[in-house]
T-cell receptor, first 109, second 112 residues
Framework: GQNIDQPTEMTATEGAIVQINCTYQTSGFNGLFWYQQHAGEAPTFLSYNVLDGLEEKGRFSSFLSRSKGYSYLLLKELQMKDSASYLCAVRDSNYQLIWGAGTKLIIKP | IAGITQAPTSQILAAGRRMTLRCTQDMRHNAMYWYRQDLGLGLRLIHYSNTAGTTGKGEVPDGYSVSRANTDDFPLTLASAVPSQTSVYFC???????????FGEGSRLTVL
């Protein structure tokens, strides 16, 4: 079966750095997405990786290793507004998105 | 403002009733999707449409139907609602099979 694993919940301190991991087992691979979802709101796109390596976008970076079936989202200089759930999703060989259950990130002052 | 509009935003429904969740986008995206989101589970695809006039079944299609008469509209119908269909429903669109998804604000449905 297809599976996306990410931690259920993480806690970090304002101003610090946090890394949210995502491991996947899917039928084929056509890209990996990270989305942010604030409580009671819709998911919004953060990043897309299709090749191995690091993609940087401001305070957020996303890394992919296809051989290891692994990705992480790195958030720097954490702000209180970064408290949200972070969803990892992989596009399989049929171009369907397989979603992880999300990681709830709690930022403490 | 361009985007996706869903209606209603919230609804309480008696079991056995018919319900249609509306979704309209103005971005001229070809692909549209309906997901449900339940606590502790990832987003699960109900139905999708790659282009107007075509639809396909996702991971959890039973009890739901969709239509795609034009590019902009993609309604989701529950023919006879059951309590297990209590969920938050998100409509989304993309400009192609590899594109990022744009989500509507969600419709919270409670079936009693």
């Amino acid at each position: 079966g297809q599976n996306i694993d990410q931690p259920t919940e993480m806690t970090a301190t304002e101003g610090a750095i946090v890394q949210i991991n995502c491991t996947y087992q899917t039928s084929g691979f056509n890209g990996l997405f990270w989305y942010q979802q604030h409580a009671g709101e819709a998911p919004t796109f953060l990043s897309y990786n299709v090749l191995d390596g690091l993609e940087e976008k401001g305070r957020f970076s996303s890394f992919l290793s296809r051989s290891k079936g692994y990705s992480y989202l790195l958030l720097k200089e954490l702000q209180m507004k970064d408290s949200a759930s972070y969803l990892c999703a992989v596009r399989d060989s049929n171009y369907q998105l397989i979603w992880g259950a999300g990681t709830k990130l709690i930022i403490k002052p | 403002i361009a985007g996706i509009t869903q209606a209603p935003t919230s609804q309480i429904l008696a079991a056995g009733r018919r319900m249609t969740l509306r979704c309209t986008q103005d971005m001229r995206h070809n692909a549209m999707y309906w997901y449900r989101q339940d606590l502790g589970l990832g987003l699960r695809l109900i139905h999708y449409s790659n282009t107007a006039g075509t639809t396909g079944k996702g991971e959890v299609p039973d009890g739901y139907s969709v239509s795609r008469a034009n590019t902009d509209d993609f309604p989701l119908t529950l023919a006879s609602a059951v309590p297990s269909q209590t969920s938050v429903y998100f409509c989304a669109s993309s400009d192609g099979p590899t594109g990022e998804l744009f989500f509507g604000e969600g419709s919270r449905l409670t079936v009693l």
